[in-house]
C-alpha cells in the first residue's frame, strides 16, 4: 500500500469519536472561523466547548494533532458529499460530472478554507500551489479509487478543481451547478468515454 493510499484511508476512516471529542472539535472550528487558526489557543477552544483543558489534551496530544482532526473531519465530509453525488447514476461519465459540481460548489463554499485562503494564505496556499503535491496526491487517489478512472484523469480534474478555488474568475462557465454540469460534461466527460489507443 503507497504512503498516498494510506493517507486516503486515513481520512476516510471514521474513528468515531465520543461525545466529548465531537464537543471539542465543533468548538475548534468555530474558533477557527471567528479567529483563524494562529490566533486560537486551546484555552478559547476549551472555554467555548464548556471544557478543561487537560480533557482536550487527554483527546488531543497537541494543538496541531486538534488541527489535523478537524481538517481531516472537513475532508471526510467533502469525500462523502462527493461519493453520494453520482449514487445510483449508469455511468463514470455521469458520475464523475457529478462529483465535479458538487465537490467543487462544495469547496467554493467551505467556510474553513475559504478563512485558511484569505486570512493566512501565507500558512495554507502553499499545500495547494508550491508544497501541494501530497494534496494533489491525496484527492488524485480518491477519485480514481472512487470512478475507477486512469491516475492520469483524475489529476486533471484535482488540478482543475483546485485553480477553480483558488481563482474562480474563468471564461468557461462554473457560475452555477448546472452552468458547471454543463462544462464538465462537455470537458471532463470525454476524458473517461474516449477509447485509448
Not at 478543561?52 to 475532508?75: K, M, P, Q, S, W
Not at 501541494?132 to 489529476?155: D, S
Request: proline letters at 6%; hydrophobic letters at 45%; a negative charge.
Amino acid at each position: 500500500m503507497t504512503s498516498t493510499t494510506t493517507m486516503l484511508n486515513d481520512i476516510l476512516a471514521d474513528p468515531d469519536p465520543d461525545g466529548v471529542g465531537v464537543r471539542i472539535m465543533d468548538a475548534a472550528l468555530a474558533e477557527y472561523l471567528a479567529h483563524g487558526f494562529r490566533r486560537t489557543s486551546v484555552d478559547d477552544i476549551a472555554r467555548r466547548a464548556g471544557l478543561g483543558r487537560a480533557t482536550i489534551y487527554r483527546r488531543f496530544a497537541t494543538r496541531d494533532e486538534l488541527v489535523n482532526a478537524v481538517l481531516t473531519r472537513e475532508c471526510r465530509q467533502l469525500f462523502a458529499d462527493i461519493a453520494a453525488a453520482g449514487d445510483g447514476l449508469p455511468t463514470v461519465a455521469d458520475r464523475l460530472v457529478e462529483g465535479f459540481v458538487v465537490g467543487l460548489r462544495k469547496a467554493l463554499n467551505q467556510p474553513l478554507l475559504h478563512r485558511m485562503i484569505t486570512t493566512e494564505p501565507e500558512a495554507w496556499l502553499p499545500f495547494l500551489t508550491t508544497s501541494g503535491g501530497p494534496t494533489v496526491a491525496v484527492l488524485r487517489e480518491f477519485l480514481v479509487q472512487q470512478y475507477r478512472i486512469t491516475p492520469g484523469v483524475a489529476e486533471i480534474v484535482v488540478r482543475l478543481s483546485i485553480s477553480l478555488v483558488l481563482t474562480p474568475d474563468s471564461c468557461l462557465a462554473f457560475g452555477t451547478d448546472d452552468e458547471a454540469r454543463a462544462t464538465a460534461r462537455r470537458y471532463l466527460a470525454p476524458l473517461v468515454t474516449t477509447p485509448t489507443g
